[in-house]
């Protein structure tokens, strides 16, 4: 099972967990290969190009959602190269500003970026990513401009919200917990559809009158094209098996992320919408091709 990421971060996290299951369930080992690079495209491509029997699995995240409108020279199809099986969860995301902004909501926060486009400003982990897209996303359905400010990672964005050298930050519930709960930070609002059971004060977008703004982190798993059917049958029914154990429910609580089962077909029509959602943030935007 290859990760795009390297081990420890949130994909990494909720890949073990199934994979660890999932060997359990088989009584066969499921190695997890972390492979990091180019935005998921060097995991991708290895499972892109590998025998369809079900023995190699490519852990599909949102970024792999974002890449096909930032790397338009993709070595492979996102949709056509690939069999999806499941979905393992979401994520939300948390819009976090300094206590020093006067802003204590949403509604607050666009009525003072109307009053100083372009002046306030926000961090992500990187140009493109999907903390960078949700702010883009958010500066378009509130009809603000928000500076964007891209880091290495969301620790230094963070650290520099923290230290007042930005505005806000959009990033993931556990990345801004412990700021949120220390008081370093504010919490405005989640990016998810329901609220955040790790934050469950703190209202969605969408209630506080951004109406449909979603923009949930998630991830699954893909096989490449032509895999038999009942073998992504017989590990989607597995997943689903497993997002209903209950050690499992309690490790994915800890981590701030819901589980989310879908069928193959719910998860590849869910990410050719992912697809095509991010397509748009990215022009709407003008964020140029890495």
């Keep these: 099972m290859l990760v795009p990421f390297p081990p420890g971060g949130g994909t990494d996290i909720v890949a073990r967990v199934i994979g660890q299951k999932l060997s359990e369930l088989w009584a066969q080992p499921v190695i997890m290969d972390n492979r990091p690079g180019g935005t998921t495209v060097l995991a991708a491509e290895i499972v892109a190009k590998s025998s369809p029997d079900g023995y190699t699995l490519f852990v599909t995240p949102v970024p792999f959602s974002i890449v096909p409108s930032l790397q338009p020279r993709l070595p492979f199809d996102p949709v056509a190269d690939f069999e999806p099986i499941a979905l393992f969860n979401t994520a939300p995301l948390v819009f976090i500003v300094n206590p020093r902004v006067p802003a204590k909501s949403i509604k607050e926060l666009i009525a003072l970026a109307r009053t100083k486009p372009g002046v306030l400003n926000f961090g992500s982990s990187g140009t493109g990513s999907s903390n960078h897209l949700a702010g883009e996303l958010f500066n378009a359905m509130a009809g603000v401009k928000i500076t964007h400010i ?16 930005v505005d806000l930050a959009v990033t993931t519930v556990p990345s801004a917990l412990a700021l949120i709960t220390g008081g370093k930070v504010r919490a405005l609002a989640v990016t998810s559809m329901k609220r955040s059971a790790t934050l469950p004060d703190v209202p969605t977008m969408n209630e506080s009158g951004l109406k449909g703004f979603e923009a949930d982190g998630w991830n699954g798993v893909s096989a490449p094209a032509r895999t038999p059917k009942d073998i992504v049958n017989k590990i989607n029914a597995d997943v689903a098996k497993i997002l209903r154990m209950p050690d499992v429910l309690e490790k994915f609580r800890s981590e701030g992320v819901e589980p989310a089962a879908m069928t193959p077909a719910e998860f590849g029509a869910f990410f050719r919408n992912e697809i095509a959602k991010w397509g748009k943030v990215i022009k709407l935007a003008g964020v140029k091709p890495l």
């Design 150 to 165: 891209p880091y290495k990672g969301s620790p230094p964005a963070l650290i520099d919200l923290a230290g007042g050298h």
